[in-house]
């Protein structure tokens, strides 16, 4: 195990439920201040991950610290740390939003946390619903509250399970705002989503796990800059035919160009030479810049 | 008591506080209905104890009834409900320990049991005028029944997957034990068979002992009630304790 200092440490994590192994052998560090992405498809064991992290289940082996400090020996220091939003849109409904959070705070063993609890509710553009019951809030307004629980007692590491799922775009961009500036703060952020640019755009690190195990794990800028499928398009000059070996790897667009699926950028400066060497005229080249969801594809096909 | 322990007592109080019409005045009226019916039709009738009528017989027994039943009921929906609809996870990722999670749900579910054994006691005030020769042992025995009966409610509401389970825990466990360990009648009336039954029945010596305290005279000493009456509870207890340190159905 190493930096002891780390905000999240997971070493050699196993979990199983039955015959089915949830994670096997995970290892990842995340450091304090980071805004880490924790990527997969449904089943890759993310949540479970979360689960273990937050105490809601126990590894069958392996060690899990938060800010260091053992969530089973020491799970008390380990959960004031964290602060977990998560993926169902729970709520109880017999308080209202204020209620909810006061009582939230003194479970956390805060008493008079109303300043804070006001500054959450303002900066989540909750304060006109301080005092409405949870029922009556609309799907976005109770993401939020899951949100603000989470802070009540200022954790340094927040993990958010897919916490825009559902979500309208205009809440999505708040929230994203706002969980920024707590990055900004300090705050280690670690990000489960399905919405891949929304990784891209915020993460600086991010693992990717598949049936349990860790598949990728490493910058985001290292991790787009993986050699893996370049798209090219091409208008073509005249009524002219692609050479044969191209055609295998080429379709026509719905805007009437040919698009090149070739291996990696290498092969694009191959494919253009051949092109130029067959007397191929070319009116319009674009090279489609691979996103993080062609490098989770592509690192998810090659883990299969 | 530690901050987190006082916050999750209040918000289960607050939880039926604010729902007191269902949780507190309903089986309030239906204590009432019992007492109407069964004196009226059998308070020239019976005679259990000498010099004690059916009614004042009846009185203590209802009490007892409801605050066992609602205590139960405290803490058993609290927790089905709070699994069923997921928000459970809040009383589970703070720092709360296992010890402090049973305690709140304990002393919650003994206030209820309480507060709705206080509201059946004051409305039969009209109808029945009771001794109360050691009061002292009714607080014992109502505290105590209480805490058993919210003990097994939180063993219950942990167990149950479903709203049905825990319907039917209430209705061939709770209920039975209830009804059959002297609420409405002395066992001294039973045949010997269903007497030696009665004897198993820990409810019996909760109902048995909280009696004594108001008539001074019971089916049993109210010493061996409040025996088996604590020996269940320390018996619940561990066994609740044990199954929260394991996270059994709350953390897998």
């Known amino acids: 195990m190493s930096d002891p200092s780390a905000a999240l440490l997971i070493d050699g994590v196993c979990k199983r439920y039955g015959s089915l192994q949830a994670l096997d052998h995970v290892s990842l560090t995340v450091r304090q201040g980071e805004f880490f992405g924790l990527l997969g498809p449904n089943g890759a064991g993310k949540t479970t991950l979360i689960s273990l992290l937050a105490g809601l289940g126990r590894a069958d082996s392996g060690v899990i610290r938060v800010m260091g400090h053992d969530v089973v020996a020491d799970y008390r220091d380990a959960r004031r740390n964290l602060g977990v939003v998560p993926q169902e849109l729970v709520f109880d409904p017999f308080f209202t939003v204020r209620e909810t959070l006061r009582l939230q705070s003194g479970y956390f063993g805060l008493r008079r946390n109303d300043d804070w609890i006001d500054e959450i509710l303002h900066h989540l553009d909750l304060h006109t619903k301080a005092d409405v019951n949870m029922r009556a809030l609309s799907g976005g307004m109770k993401r939020r509250v899951l949100v603000a629980q989470a802070l009540v007692h200022r954790p340094p590491v927040i993990v958010l399970d897919e916490p825009t799922a559902g979500v309208d775009v205009e809440l999505r961009q708040g929230l994203w705002a706002f969980v920024r500036d707590l990055n900004r703060q300090g705050h ?53 035919a692609l050479p044969a070996d191209l055609r295998a790897v080429a379709r026509a667009t719905a805007d009437g160009r040919v698009a090149l699926v070739l291996e990696n950028a290498d092969a694009v400066s191959a494919c253009l030479a051949r092109l130029h060497a067959a007397g191929v005229g070319l009116e319009e080249i674009e090279l489609v810049r691979p996103d993080l969801e062609d490098v989770f594809i592509s690192i998810m096909r090659e883990a299969a | 008591m530690s901050i987190a322990l006082r916050t999750l007592l209040y918000k289960e109080v607050l939880r039926f506080w604010k729902v007191g019409f269902q949780t507190v005045g309903a089986p309030v009226l239906t204590a009432l209905l019992y007492l109407l019916v069964f004196s009226h039709v059998l308070d020239r009738q019976v005679e259990v104890y000498g010099g004690v009528s059916y009614s004042a017989f009846l009185v203590p027994g209802l009490v007892m009834m409801s605050l066992l039943q609602n205590a139960f009921s405290n803490s058993s929906s609290s ?58 042992w009714i607080l014992f025995f109502a505290t105590l029944g209480g805490a058993i009966l919210a003990s097994l409610g939180v063993i219950a509401g ?95």
């Open chain 1, 188 to 240: 280690t952020i670690v990000l489960t989503t399905h919405y891949l640019e929304e990784a891209e755009s915020l993460c600086g690190r991010i693992a990717m796990l598949k049936q349990g195990r860790v598949i990728a794990l490493d910058n985001t800028t290292n991790l787009l800059a993986r050699p893996i499928q370049q798209t090219l398009r091409l208008r073509l000059r005249g009524d002219v």
């Open chain 2, 79 to 136: 927790l089905i409900q709070s699994k069923v609809t997921g928000n459970i996870v809040f009383v589970l990722l703070p720092p709360i320990s296992y010890r402090e999670f049973y305690a709140a749900y304990v002393l919650a579910a003994v206030i209820r049991g309480l507060v709705v054994g206080a509201g059946v006691w004051l409305v039969t005030l009209w109808f029945v005028e009771l001794p109360y020769a050691h009061p002292l």
């Open chain 2, 158 to 252: 942990i167990w149950a997957d479903k709203f049905d389970q825990l319907a039917a825990f209430q209705n061939f466990v709770v209920m039975p034990l209830t009804f059959l360990s002297g609420v409405f009648y002395s066992i001294h009336s039973l045949p010997a068979f269903w007497q030696t039954v009665s004897h198993v029945n820990p409810f019996f010596y909760m109902i048995d002992g909280f009696r004594y305290g108001f008539f001074g005279q019971s089916d049993v000493s109210p010493w061996i009630s409040a025996l088996v009456a604590g020996g269940s509870f320390v018996a619940l207890t561990h066994a609740t304790l044990n199954m929260l340190a394991r996270g059994y159905k709350l953390r897998s």
